[in-house]
């Protein structure tokens, strides 16, 4: 029996070392350039209902940067609180995404799904690849939100 504990504790060692892993550590937490597109979407939707314009001006831009480093501060502010009055929900779905044709790497659609009352709206979103290698909401396309 004892023979058999031996055995087994060596082979799990051996095992053992046969894996590697490699782990980094960040020193602060990603921002939202760091975030997989599909995820900047969704705080780009929470900050939406929460009407948190701020943090849609930093998910909010092109591959050179978000536009709340770029444009006056009032402006983003005022742009972004009509965009998420229109973009107001009671619920969302991301349906999937698809690599912008001419685009590759640098540019996804997102299809959504916004709900608000009995109603289903599809709103793609267009997020480019910023330098630093993140992503930012580029493009939405509001056209069948505003139809009745």
């Known amino acids: 029996m004892q023979r058999a504990l031996i055995a087994v504790a060596a082979f799990a060692?051996?095992?053992?070392?046969?894996?590697?892993?490699?782990?980094?550590?960040?020193?602060?937490t990603p921002g939202p350039d760091a975030v997989a597109?599909?995820?900047?979407?969704?705080?780009?939707?929470?900050?939406?209902?929460?009407?948190?314009?701020?943090?849609?001006?930093?998910?909010f831009g092109t591959s050179d940067g978000p536009i709340s480093a770029r444009d006056d501060r009032a402006a983003?502010?005022?742009?972004?609180f009509t965009l998420a009055s229109l973009l107001q929900h009671d619920d969302y779905t991301i349906l999937g995404d698809q690599v912008v044709p001419g685009r590759a790497g640098e540019a996804i659609d997102i299809m959504t799904t916004l709900r608000k009352g009995q109603r289903a709206v599809a709103v793609p979103f267009t997020l480019v690849r910023t330098r630093e290698g993140g992503w930012l909401v580029?493009?939405?396309e509001t056209g069948e939100l505003t139809r009745r």
């Open 76 to 80: 983003v502010e005022q742009r972004m």
């Open 13 to 28: 060692l051996l095992a053992g070392g046969c894996v590697s892993q490699t782990v980094s550590r960040q020193e602060s």
């Open 138 to 140: 580029e493009r939405i």
């Open 37 to 59: 597109p599909s995820l900047v979407v969704e705080r780009f939707l929470q900050a939406v209902n929460a009407r948190d314009v701020t943090t849609l001006g930093r998910l």
